[in-house]
């Protein structure tokens, strides 16, 4: 194909795991190219959760999600690969010599010995309560880029995952007061961080729902069911942490196996095309766990088997110098 960039490697998305694939392919010596359908690098972690802490990558002890994608990306740039950034890869063929032909949205062709992809859970819509699908308000939002908006403020947060309770974490310094809500008794998030909600002085109602919402003389107000209990609930402030819709696009067309937004693999990372691996929250297999930590692992793992099945003579396994007998 005419004006076609060849690549032994291209990795789809950008994200913290898409980053680090892109970094570990440098060690292998392999010709890189990395997409996002986004004007910048980070992924959902860059663009709804800048100042959320993570805590649960090793080598921090906390970090905000900006600085960490900084840093991955300070990172990755140490090895030298092509990114392109708002340029969503729509196409994927395969070719009769064992390579990819990629088409992207903006109209250019690209082929690839190899596929990595580190979509996450593709295009992502937060989930809204039912009873404010219709409300519009500055104060409510599915996530916080700037926590100075909490500053002195009544805040409440609906959900019971890792985010909603970092949220209450992170506002429990700054607001005035923070209510969780959460439809069930039990969290989903980490233990250790639902203790530190609670230490934090968050109130907690768990079991409750939130049925109702209205506003008089300029003060907004949630209508809160707890059990056979009603309360109202002024704020300033309303966070609805209740995860997201996903939508994985052009990927349903590629013939990855897709399960649920899930794309099922193999030990190695592939997919059940040759040659294409899935990393990330995107991937599925027996036993995942979805941790950014795990992740990392993953793009390991496929880089390692795509650098052998590109290149024979390579091993999976890079040599390491403390492994050489003098």
């Known amino acids: 194909m005419s004006n076609t960039k060849e690549y032994d490697l291209v990795i789809v998305g950008a994200g913290p795991i898409g980053l680090y694939a892109a970094y570990y392919a440098g060690f292998r010596g392999l010709k890189t190219a990395l997409f996002d359908g986004l004007p910048q690098v ?135 007061s923070v209510t969780v809500v959460h439809r069930r008794a039990r969290f989903r998030a980490h233990e250790a961080s639902v203790n530190e909600m609670y230490e934090n002085g968050a109130r907690v109602v768990a079991p409750g729902e939130i049925e109702a919402y209205y506003k008089e003389s300029g003060q907004e107000f949630l209508e809160l069911c707890n059990g056979a209990d009603k309360e109202i609930l002024s704020f300033d402030k309303f966070v609805m942490a209740l995860g997201f819709h996903s939508d994985l696009g052009p990927m349903e067309g590629w013939g990855v196996g897709i399960e649920g937004f899930r794309i099922p693999v193999k030990p190695n990372m592939e997919t059940n095309l040759s040659r294409v691996f899935a990393i990330g929250d995107v991937s599925e297999y027996p036993g995942k766990v979805r941790l950014i930590a795990v992740g990392f692992g993953e793009a390991a793992i496929a880089v390692n088997h795509a650098a052998a099945v590109i290149s024979p003579e390579l091993s999976v396994l890079p040599s390491h110098s403390t492994n050489e007998v003098s």
Not at 53 to 59: E, N
Not at 65 to 86: A, H, K, M, P, T
Not at 98 to 125: E, F, P, Q, R, W
């Open 42 to 176: 980070g992924g959902q972690v860059a663009t709804m959760y800048p100042e959320k802490l993570i805590h649960d990558v090793a080598g921090f002890p906390a970090i905000k999600g900006g600085d960490f994608v900084n840093s991955l990306l300070e990172q990755s740039q140490r090895q030298d690969y092509d990114l392109y950034v708002s340029e969503l890869i729509v196409g994927l063929e395969p070719l009769a010599d064992d390579t990819y032909s990629i088409t992207t949205d903006c109209g250019n062709h690209y082929s690839a010995k190899a596929v990595v992809i580190a979509a996450g859970l593709g295009k992502c819509t937060p989930r809204s309560l039912p009873a404010l699908s219709e409300v519009k308000s500055p104060n409510i939002m599915h996530f916080v880029p700037d926590l100075s908006v909490l500053d002195g403020k009544d805040v409440v947060i609906a959900g019971g995952g890792d985010s909603a309770v970092d949220w209450a974490i992170a506002a429990a310094p700054r607001a005035k």
